[in-house]
Nanobody
Framework: QVQLVESGGGLVQAGGSLRLSCAASGSILSINPMGWYRQAPGKQRELVAT???????NYADAVKGRFTISRDNAKRTVYLQMNSLKPEDTAVYYC???????????????WGQGTQVTVSS
């Protein structure tokens, strides 16, 4: 059983910073890519950022220059450093990983339970 567990959400004023973490556990051969998505009330879940095991990153235009994604492959952990936060960044942030658990099957998508990020104006 694979689990992704997020931490680090909370309430912050506009212009502030938060750091999210997501640790993967279970029977895992590889996780590639790992990433963060978010869902605001009444909106669809959207991509925030992804990172491959080689460190190649991809960001949504809305967060470029403010957010930084990183990962520690040995710890199976992905991070999201969020700076210059805006009220429109308020959402539930979900960790995602494309996980390979066996050599015989293709990888599967796994999601964390979500962590709330609220940015006050």
């Amino acid at each position: 059983q694979v689990q992704l567990v997020e931490s680090g959400g909370g309430l912050v004023q506009a212009g502030g910073s938060l750091r999210l973490s997501c640790a993967a556990s279970g029977s895992i051969l590889s996780i590639n890519p790992m990433g963060w998505y978010r869902q605001a009330p009444g909106k669809q879940r959207e991509l925030v950022a992804t990172i491959t095991s080689d460190g190649v990153t991809n960001y949504a235009d809305a967060v470029k220059g403010r957010f930084t994604i990183s990962r520690d492959n040995a710890k199976r952990t992905v991070y999201l450093q969020m700076n210059s936060l805006k009220p429109e960044d308020t959402a539930v942030y979900y960790c995602h990983g494309t996980v390979k658990t066996t050599t015989f099957l293709p990888p599967s998508n796994y999601w964390g339970q979500g962590t709330q990020v609220t940015v006050s104006s």
